[in-house]
């Protein structure tokens, strides 16, 4: 946890200090939209079928020009994982990971209008719940509390401000606890819209 937020606090100050030592225009903005995603396991398991889940996910980004066409994205979300599935043992479950993510994205203007991007992803655990019948049962410390991963995805400018962008997010940390005689990695897709706000360019000297 303490290697993760000080990750954090690094990310912050070269976004900062980065920024500020570019000529080009830096872009502030929000965003908010849904993932669906689900566990993929390495083996399958006859007792639990895995299948998508919906989930919220929204937080903040900043955009750094490196020249004209390529870009640094480092961005700040509350993300909703986990899985829905079908359970020998508990019927019908749902399980809810709620992360703080940081991705950290390299994104390239294909047009005009249309940009692609990829980069690494860490997230930290805030709390993992089990829903199934009329229980719920938290499981925070039951999985790992760091993750990571990678994303790939596509955005589309809608105007000067407004952003659509889809992604997949790849996990590659196993998140079952340490002594847990099975493995899953979370995965899924995310589609939201953001916001920008524009922060004057910096005059050249």
Partial sequence: MRKF???????????ATFAQ???????????????????????DYPDFDPSYKAGLAL??????????????????????????????E???VTFKYNYFAVPLLVKFNVINNFSVFAGP???????????????????TNDIQDFDCGFT????????KKWTLHGRYIHGIR???????????????????VGYKIFKKAKKAK
């Fill in 59 to 88: 937080g903040c980004f900043v955009e750094i020009p490196l020249s004209s066409r390529f870009k640094i994205q480092p961005e700040f979300l509350y993300s909703q994982m986990g899985s829905k599935g079908a359970s020998t």
């Fill in 152 to 159: 790939v995805g596509a955005e589309l400018a809608l105007g």
């Fill in 5 to 15: 937020l000080a990750a954090v606090v690094a990310v912050l100050f070269f976004s």
């Fill in 90 to 92: 508990w019927g019908n």
């Fill in 174 to 192: 196993d998140c079952a606890a340490d002594d847990a005689n099975f493995s899953f990695f979370n995965q899924g897709f995310q589609l939201n």
């Fill in 21 to 43: 030592s570019l000529k080009g225009k830096t872009v502030f903005g929000f965003k908010v939209g849904i993932n669906a995603s689900t566990f993929r396991t390495a083996v």
């Fill in 121 to 139: 992803e860490a997230d930290v655990l805030i709390r993992a719940r089990q829903h199934s019948f009329n229980e719920v049962k938290t499981l």
